[in-house]
């Protein structure tokens, strides 16, 4: 009934394969440059469009003299008391986590108490809007407290989230199995008093409840229900375990220097003591490695290794999919997959086999032109070859690299891209695509002290030309020791309409009216809706990635085109939140079918290409000329050289989610490996795994996206029909009118 929106962490292929470059070649570029006397004024929300936002948006992003000048000043105006993370009136301190989720309690229970003694007509017209507050409480403290256990750096701090989300998780489950809120519903929805005067979205959030019940064995004896609630629990410890424990059984290889060569030589010096070179499995060393030591037995131990997760991951692994099984069939699921799939765009595991091997077979073609142009090139280099006839796994990125640098050596480098991607330039461009495509602007605006994580973290709020202040973004996006390398956002609160008696309750609380839209909202992002006058807490996003500060204080961090379509694609899922104002919480923003919530993200990966798009921001850092779109062209030509066996890779990691998501991992000779490997050989994969590996240990996303991983796969086929059939291809890709149009009908 009530669900902790699962935040989007390390959410699909595009956010989970784009982490850092080992090489930053573009450290020591120089930047524009950016006055430290101009003068910071407030950020307006009453000129839209305006020019100095616009301008102050570059500067904070691309001059750090500038960013500790706007801090500082603006910090000055501000009160010297220390606000909470997120200006949370309760998280000034570790533990305020604990009486954040108290207070939380407390509420929640009252909330419960109103629902569970509803009598009258009116106590059940309320009721959908009651348990749909319900359920925000709860989100509030889930969904902020998992971003800080996995974000913050602090470790008390961690451990204080942790607790917090514990806590809330676990009431959250026995609600879910507490019978007198499903009857009180169902008896309200049977009403036509009652469910007659609902709204659409109340109409839409009571189904959405009921349905939910229903997957939670609530017409079960109690015994089944308890059972329910713990299994629950277990996967939630073991998902989120899964996910931060992840290690290969060798964490180094030691080699003989001679045995590198093709790789960085500068490298291998570091990497050398004693006369052995001491190499890492996982991470950019490995990748480096793989693409680019011309010895394939070394490239095949680099390869195994990196693919070989510690035998208590996969002991870990099997057993959440073994829970997921035990809690499906106690729902009365044949599978895990069937019960996520239930509420989704595709329905049922064999509508989404279908559109794999559909996919699979559209996609073989591709596939084996690539992999014989592979070949070719192995064939050619037979001398340092053993198999010359066959192409391995440890084989492809080698070559792969290999075809690609001698198509790049007749081009322009890579780094002469990026002169015209700083990132605040890009910044600047996302927030001028969206003015004109649907009317919001970014704005720079001061943070108090304590509210942010780290001092680097930029908060952006999102204004709207008809409708004010529609949300906040927080901006974590440079690198920094100990920080998770991948890109990731983070809905940590969603849109929904505060009630007038949730106000009147507050005041009484807070004891006067002036502090009580503050307090309502735990002290966090709200706004009244200018046309209505109504009050809505704001969604508040969490956008984290990973890229390298230039080494130079007054140079800016040029981006690498890779890094533009993260960028891009991350902002789709920010720009979902932020667009998706709702009355009720349980239908805003991405809380959506699973396989629909990576729609906007894909698609905002077709706007980064269209040459109308680039054309309003992408300019040279130094001469400020516009970016030549023929390099973009070009630069276009060779990601996609290799579409074929990246999209069969990304289907065979959908059909293995959706085996091990099956009634497999019910039968008492389940073995997680086994599996793995009897879907990444031929023929269904082209490649023939080598024995042994137990990649399976490193996929996290078998927790969040459990049997949804087909999503991404699922969403790009859509995106592409919207971006032909709404903005013609790139050609209405800065319309107004077709931007309206998308915001409106999808």
Same mark, same amino acid.
């Given at each position: ?132 507050? !319900? ?136 990497? /050398? ?25 070394? +490239? ?116 002469? !891209? ?113 046309? /209505? ?102 630069? !276009? ?100 009118? +077709? ?8």
């Amino acid at each position: 009934m009530i669900r902790a929106f699962r935040t989007q962490r390390w959410i699909c292929p595009t956010c989970v394969y784009r982490q850092r470059r080992v090489q930053r070649g573009l450290a020591n570029v120089a930047a524009p440059s950016l006055s430290e006397d101009v003068r910071l004024p407030l950020a307006s929300f009453t000129a839209p469009g305006s020019s100095c936002d616009d301008r102050i948006l570059r500067q904070i992003f691309d001059s750090q003299p500038f960013w500790r000048e706007f801090s500082r000043r603006h910090s000055a105006q501000l009160s010297s008391r220390r606000a909470g993370l997120f200006r949370n009136k309760y998280l000034t301190h570790p533990e305020g986590f604990q009486e954040f989720a108290a207070a939380t309690l407390q509420k929640a229970q009252k909330i419960v108490a109103e629902v569970l003694e509803a009598s009258t007509v009116e106590d059940y017209k309320l009721i959908v809007r009651d348990l749909d507050r !319900l359920s925000d409480l709860l989100c509030r403290v889930i969904d902020l407290a998992d971003f800080v256990r996995v974000t913050h750096p602090d470790r008390e701090i961690q451990a204080a989230a942790t607790k917090a989300y514990g806590l809330m998780f676990e009431y959250m489950n026995v609600l879910n199995t507490t019978t007198g809120l499903n009857e009180q519903l169902k008896r309200a929805a049977a009403d036509p008093l009652i469910g007659g005067t609902w709204s659409e979205e109340e109409r839409v959030v009571a189904q959405i409840l009921m349905r939910d019940f229903s997957k939670s064995a609530i017409d079960l004896p109690p015994a089944e229900r308890q059972k329910f609630v713990d299994l629950s629990n277990d996967i939630s410890q073991l998902g989120s375990s899964f996910v931060d424990s992840m290690a290969p059984e060798k964490e180094y290889l030691a080699f003989e220097s001679s045995r590198l060569k093709g790789m960085d030589p500068v490298l291998v010096g570091q990497l /050398t003591k004693w006369g052995k070179v001491r190499l890492p499995v996982v991470g950019p060393t490995a990748g480096l490695a793989l693409r680019t030591v011309h010895d394939a037995d070394v +490239r095949r131990e680099i390869y195994i290794a990196n693919r070989t997760a510690m035998r208590s991951q996969i002991q870990i692994l099997e057993k959440m999919l073994m829970r997921r099984a035990e809690l499906a069939k106690l729902s009365g699921y044949g599978s895990f997959a069937e019960m996520a799939l239930t509420d989704k765009m595709a329905k049922s595991p064999e509508s989404v086999s279908k559109f794999l091997h559909a996919l699979s077979r559209d996609n073989a073609a591709q596939v084996q032109q690539e992999l014989s142009e592979l070949l070719r090139l192995k064939r050619e280099g037979s001398t340092n070859c053993s198999a010359p006839s066959q192409l391995n796994p440890w084989d492809r990125d080698y070559f792969i690299s290999s075809l690609l640098n001698r198509s790049r050596s007749k081009t322009r480098t890579p780094d002469f !891209l990026s002169a015209y991607f700083s990132l605040g330039t890009v910044m600047q461009g996302l927030s001028r695509l969206f003015t004109r495509l649907y009317g919001i602007r970014f704005v720079p605006r001061e943070t108090s002290p304590g509210e942010t994580w780290n001092d680097d973290v930029r908060r952006l709020d999102i204004v709207d030309d008809s409708d004010g202040h529609i949300a906040v973004v927080y901006c974590d996006l440079f690198e920094r020791a100990g920080k998770n390398p991948n890109p990731a956002h983070f809905t940590l609160r969603c849109s929904r309409l505060i009630s007038a008696p949730e106000i009147a309750e507050a005041a009484h609380e807070a004891g006067s009216l002036a502090a009580a839209e503050d307090a309502v909202n735990d002290g966090m992002a709200a706004a009244r809706d200018p046309h /209505t006058n109504e009050l809505y807490q704001l969604p508040t996003i969490a956008l984290i990635c990973d890229f390298p500060r230039n080494a130079s204080q007054d140079r800016p961090t040029l981006l690498s085109f890779r890094d533009v379509q993260t960028l891009f694609h991350e902002m789709g899922h920010a720009v979902h939140s932020i667009l998706g104002r709702t009355s009720l919480q349980n239908v805003a923003g991405t809380r959506c079918a699973t396989d629909f919530a990576e729609l906007p993200s894909v698609l905002m990966e077709h706007f980064v290409t269209a040459p109308e798009v680039l054309g309003i921001f992408a300019r040279h850092w130094e001469t400020d000329h516009p970016l030549p779109y023929q390099m973009v062209k070009e630069k !276009l030509s060779l990601d996609r050289r290799f579409a074929g066996t990246e999209t069969e890779h990304q289907i065979l990691l959908a059909l293995l989610d959706q085996a091990y998501h099956s009634a497999l991992p019910l039968s008492p000779d389940f073995n997680s490996t086994n599996t793995y490997h009897s879907i990444f050989t031929p023929p269904t994969a082209s490649l023939q795994e080598p024995k042994g590996t137990t990649w399976q240990g490193f996929f996290g996303h078998l927790f969040g996206y459990g049997a949804t991983y087909y999503s991404y796969l699922f969403d790009r086929a859509i995106a592409g029909r919207v971006w032909k059939k709404v903005f013609g291809e790139g050609r209405e890709s800065i319309s107004a009118e +077709r931007g309206a149009r998308f915001r409106e009908e999808v």
